[in-house]
């Protein structure tokens, strides 16, 4: 596979502007995309203590998009650090570890354990489900929220360990959360996400997929623009290369892929390889 070109996010050079969203990818989608070719690759969200999840069914698809409600399902901190994350570094994975608590405390315990980790490069603090207080996890509606979640992760960060936040999908206060997550110590934000929506049972749940890609990139745009000095990650339907050239001509420095890797675990591939820079041609074959 041909090597993209690298970007700069957070103060890190990433192998490729492609980045494997949380919950999506894990050790399992080496067989089919090698990790250490993405620019990165994002734990599932990880919590203090191990969590079961929350009830079945926990995804459900939708005529153009994936709803889902997982309630996190985690082994725990102690176990992650044990298990999963040695193997992803072993596979040579830049690894950034999402997390999330309940409270500010459990946020600033996990970010000063993890972030004194071998093999952790960045911690991406997971602010942007829509249904964290139905499972009662901390509920960062408000850019003062994000700003105290924010404030209490990069304050416990050892220093080449950067805080990006992923910020909820919302389309009026985006640039203001933004701002508040980078003034609170944000090296980067992820924007777009998934939007919030609701299961046939009527459980709150994230809408992810193709259906949110023009409000993603729409996000990207606003916030870029107004924030040109914080680097912006997009995310929201990403599929094709043209995606993420779309979201990198909006405004930001790498894309998360997620939804796209349920429907086929080869996408990442496909995409690096038509990113690539085509041979000059003085070069040989």
Same mark, same amino acid.
């Given at each position: 596979m041909?090597?993209?070109?690298?970007v700069?996010?957070?103060?890190?050079t990433?192998?490729?502007?492609?980045?494997?969203?949380?919950?999506?990818?894990?050790?399992e989608?080496?067989a089919?995309?090698?990790?250490?070719?993405v620019?990165?690759?994002v734990?599932?969200s %990880?919590t203090l203590?191990?969590r #079961?999840?929350g009830p079945? #069914?926990?995804?459900?698809?939708?005529?153009s998009?994936?709803?889902?409600?997982?309630g996190?399902?985690n082994?725990g901190?102690?176990?992650f650090?044990?298990?999963?994350?040695?193997?992803?570094v072993?596979?040579? +994975?830049r690894?950034f570890?999402?997390i999330?608590?309940?409270?500010?405390?459990?946020?600033?315990?996990?970010?000063?354990r993890?972030?004194?980790?071998?093999g !952790?490069s960045?911690v991406?603090?997971n602010?942007?489900?829509?249904?964290?207080? +139905?499972?009662?996890?901390?509920?960062a509606r408000?850019?003062f929220? !994000?700003?105290?979640?924010?404030?209490a992760?990069?304050?416990?960060?050892?220093?080449g360990? #950067?805080? %990006?936040?992923?910020?909820?999908?919302?389309p009026?206060h985006? !640039?203001?959360?933004?701002?508040?997550?980078?003034d609170?110590?944000a090296?980067?934000?992820?924007?777009?996400?998934?939007?919030? @929506?609701?299961l046939?049972?009527? =459980?709150p749940?994230g809408?992810g997929?193709?259906a %949110?890609?023009?409000?993603?990139l729409q996000?990207?745009r606003?916030?870029?623009g107004?924030?040109?000095?914080?680097?912006?990650?997009?995310? @929201?339907?990403i599929?094709s290369?043209d995606?993420? =050239?779309?979201?990198?001509?909006?405004?930001?420095?790498?894309?998360?892929?997620?939804?796209a890797?349920?429907?086929?675990? =080869?996408?990442?591939s496909r %995409?690096?390889?038509a990113? +690539?820079?085509a041979?000059?041609?003085?070069?040989?074959p």
């Amino acid at each position: 596979m041909t090597d993209a070109e690298p970007v700069h996010v957070a103060g890190l050079t990433l192998r490729a502007p492609l980045i494997l969203a949380s919950g999506c990818a894990g050790r399992e989608l080496a067989a089919y995309t090698a990790l250490d070719a993405v620019g990165a690759v994002v734990t599932r969200s %990880i919590t203090l203590d191990p969590r #079961p999840g929350g009830p079945t #069914p926990r995804v459900v698809e939708s005529p153009s998009g994936l709803l889902h409600s997982t309630g996190w399902p985690n082994p725990g901190l102690e176990v992650f650090c044990a298990t999963e994350l040695p193997e992803l570094v072993r596979l040579g +994975a830049r690894v950034f570890v999402s997390i999330v608590a309940a409270s500010l405390g459990e946020y600033a315990e996990l970010a000063r354990r993890i972030g004194r980790t071998p093999g !952790v490069s960045a911690v991406e603090v997971n602010l942007a489900a829509p249904d964290a207080a +139905a499972h009662g996890l901390h509920d960062a509606r408000e850019p003062f929220h !994000v700003a105290r979640v924010v404030g209490a992760v990069a304050s416990e960060l050892p220093p080449g360990v #950067p805080a %990006i936040a992923k910020l909820r999908h919302d389309p009026l206060h985006a !640039v203001e959360a933004a701002r508040s997550a980078a003034d609170a110590g944000a090296a980067a934000v992820v924007v777009g996400n998934a939007a919030s @929506g609701v299961l046939p049972d009527g =459980r709150p749940a994230g809408l992810g997929g193709p259906a %949110i890609a023009p409000l993603a990139l729409q996000q990207v745009r606003e916030v870029a623009g107004a924030l040109p000095q914080l680097d912006v990650v997009g995310g @929201g339907g990403i599929r094709s290369a043209d995606d993420v =050239r779309r979201h990198l001509a909006a405004g930001a420095r790498a894309v998360q892929i997620g939804t796209a890797l349920l429907h086929d675990p =080869r996408t990442p591939s496909r %995409i690096l390889e038509a990113l +690539a820079p085509a041979p000059s041609a003085t070069e040989g074959p």
